[in-house]
């Protein structure tokens, strides 16, 4: 008999308009494993609330999240593709976990120091428990691997922490996950902020894959680089990370090594390597936007990706909830 794939489970918070960090870092990989995993790939606006949010906008980008999502090759009929909210196991399950996560352990995480300090007006509660609520989308699909980048490791380690612990109990309800890192050269800075990850929160320094190509060209013409006229173009991500984080953007999307992109701009100077960045992305990014925007368009066709999603995601997750409240003693009929 056929061994029956692996699943694999991953999550981006509808929080902001996807960027490039988001498509090379994480979406670009997934959809190059559909064939070898079983995947599904959720929106987490359970998780986006923990911060406030503008309701209209919430619910906007929660659909154009999905299109983009789909434009850049999540084929919805191979892909499992979904909205947590519609789901109702997630919330549930996570009530369970709670129950099984301590507070020294939550009170550990980095992600819930973070954002602690930054809104200083909002620690509820629900930023504390977030680690419960990202077991319970991971444990609930019994996924055998997370793809997330660095900053969300610590949660999936402590996933897997809550789910030995449950299972020592009670038996093997949950498959232990792995988290599986985005290779460093997929690791994108921002563009005015070479030191600093691009993000959203910086968007001079951000492309977003809904950038028109002029805003695009526009950015990587501002790209902060250095003043070396020697010997420009050249890696060395020490001394030149503005330069480096651009060869690797271009490496990435073209496939060139750093030698060739060394010799490709011998003799040249920032004045025509950026733009020849910006003209990548450019190229790279065009048919993702209009593929996102015919889409958009669709609401309907969004709507019904998002109601098979949630139907199909519904199924899985009801079976392993359906073993948790047992074992935990619920009673059931
Ligand atoms: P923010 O822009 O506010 O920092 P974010 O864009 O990182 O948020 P997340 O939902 O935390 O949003 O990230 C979604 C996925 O994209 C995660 O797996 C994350 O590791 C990856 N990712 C985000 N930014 C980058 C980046 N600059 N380079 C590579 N991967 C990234
Ligand atoms: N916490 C993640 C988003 C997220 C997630 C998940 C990722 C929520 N649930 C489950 C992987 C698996 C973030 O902020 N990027």
Redesign the pocket.
């Known amino acids: 008999m056929e061994e029956p794939k692996k699943r694999m489970l991953?999550g981006?918070?509808p929080?902001?308009d996807l960027?490039l960090?988001?498509y090379?870092?994480?979406i670009k990989n997934w959809s190059s494993r559909v064939d070898e995993y079983e995947c599904f790939y959720f929106m987490a606006d359970l998780h986006t609330i923990t911060v406030r949010q503008e309701p209209a906008e919430l619910r906007r980008r929660s659909l154009h999240q999905l299109a983009q999502y789909i434009a850049c090759g999540l084929d919805p009929e191979k892909n499992v593709l979904f909205l947590q909210s519609m789901v109702p196991q997630h919330a549930q399950l996570a009530w369970v976990l709670n129950c099984y996560t301590m507070f020294g352990e939550l009170s550990r995480m980095t992600q819930f120091k973070d954002k602690s300090a930054k809104h200083k007006d909002n620690i509820n509660a629900g930023l504390f428990t977030y680690p419960a609520l990202m077991a319970a989308d991971i444990l609930l699909y019994q996924a055998d691997y997370v793809p997330?980048?660095?900053?969300?490791k610590q949660h999936v380690e402590l996933t897997r922490d809550i789910a030995t612990r449950f299972n020592s109990i009670y038996g093997d309800v949950f498959k232990v996950p792995e988290p599986l890192i985005?290779k460093t050269g997929?690791?994108?800075?921002g563009l005015t902020t070479p030191g600093d990850?691009?993000?959203?929160?910086v968007p001079d320094g951000c492309v977003f894959l809904m950038d028109d190509p002029d805003t695009i060209a526009r950015k990587f013409k501002r790209a902060v680089t250095d003043s070396d006229t020697e010997n420009p173009v050249r890696y060395d991500r020490e001394n030149k990370p503005g330069v480096a984080n651009l060869m690797n953007i271009y490496s990435t999307l073209t496939g060139k090594t750093f030698e060739e992109i060394e010799a490709e701009f011998a003799g040249k100077g920032y004045g025509v390597f950026k733009p020849a960045v910006g003209e990548v992305v450019i190229d790279a990014m065009r048919p993702i936007r209009e593929e996102a925007e015919r889409l958009i368009k669709d609401k309907a066709y969004l709507e019904d990706v998002y109601r098979k999603g949630a139907e199909h995601a519904s199924y899985v997750a009801n079976k392993t909830l359906r073993k948790v409240y047992k074992k935990v003693g619920f009673y059931q009929i």
């Open positions: 991953s981006i918070q929080s902001g960027h960090g988001n090379l870092g994480a997330v980048g660095e900053d969300q985005a997929a690791r994108i800075y990850k691009m993000s959203k929160s």
